[in-house]
């Protein structure tokens, strides 16, 4: 996926470019400054840790708060029969553990939407079947590297990350210049406090 991005940058005219990501969309960022150092020249990664940091020290208390990192892993169909049974319940399990009102009735119609589609099901299980394999695989293969680029890692403050890790020192283990701060929400803090992030970003991302 980082590949990919990179690409379409590229056909779009930007050789170099900053780049944030929230959750899994951070992971991709992630990669992708690793694989193209040369052309993010900033990132910043919402509400996560490193994919490998995860299963390498992976506790019962992360496996509690993050259970589906081990379900969406099993092999198919098992979590997408599971999920496809029950999508609308699935959703409202996942979606909320946010602040009353963060995620809008429009925005949780288009998720199901999307989510009765079983191709989008078994899509999002293939993700964390990757981060399971063949991302631990090319991130055991760099071990020896860090993101070159300055980071700004943020994370919400009512969200496991923030009481599971320290996240910004788990960042600078990866990373060589590395900015951090919780702000005041949930996993799902870029739906609540929108505002806050988007000040983050002007001040860590020049105009």
């Known amino acids: 996926m980082a590949q990919d991005q990179v690409e379409v940058m590229s056909r779009l005219g930007f050789d170099r470019f900053f780049v944030a990501g929230h959750d899994r969309g951070g992971r991709v960022a992630h990669r992708m400054a690793l694989d ?7 990132l910043a990664v919402l509400d996560i840790v490193p994919t490998h940091r995860l299963y390498r020290d992976s506790t019962r208390d992360f496996a509690t708060a993050y259970f589906w990192w081990y379900f969406l892993i099993q092999p198919a169909p098992l979590p997408e029969t599971l999920i496809g049974n ?5 959703l409202s399990e996942k979606l909320g553990k946010s602040a009353p009102g963060a995620i809008t009735s429009a925005a949780f119609t288009e998720y199901l939407r999307c989510f009765r589609n079983p191709d989008t099901i078994h899509a999002s299980c293939e993700d964390y079947r990757a981060a399971a ?5 090319h991130d055991d293969a760099d071990m ?3 993101i070159e ?3 700004l890692a943020l994370w919400g403050e009512h969200a496991p990350m923030h009481r599971l890790y320290d996240v910004a020192a788990t960042w600078r283990e990866r ?8 702000l005041p929400g949930t996993h799902y803090f870029v739906e609540e406090i929108p505002g806050l992030i988007a000040t983050e970003f002007r001040r860590f991302f020049p105009s």
Do not use: M, N, Q, Y
């Open 133 to 137: 394999s063949i991302d631990l695989v």
């Open 36 to 42: 193209h150092p040369h052309r993010v020249t900033k």
């Open 149 to 151: 680029c300055p980071l």
């Open 86 to 90: 029950s999508v609308e319940f699935w």
């Open 175 to 182: 990373a060589t210049s590395v900015t951090g701060k919780s």
């Open 144 to 146: 020896d590297r860090k």
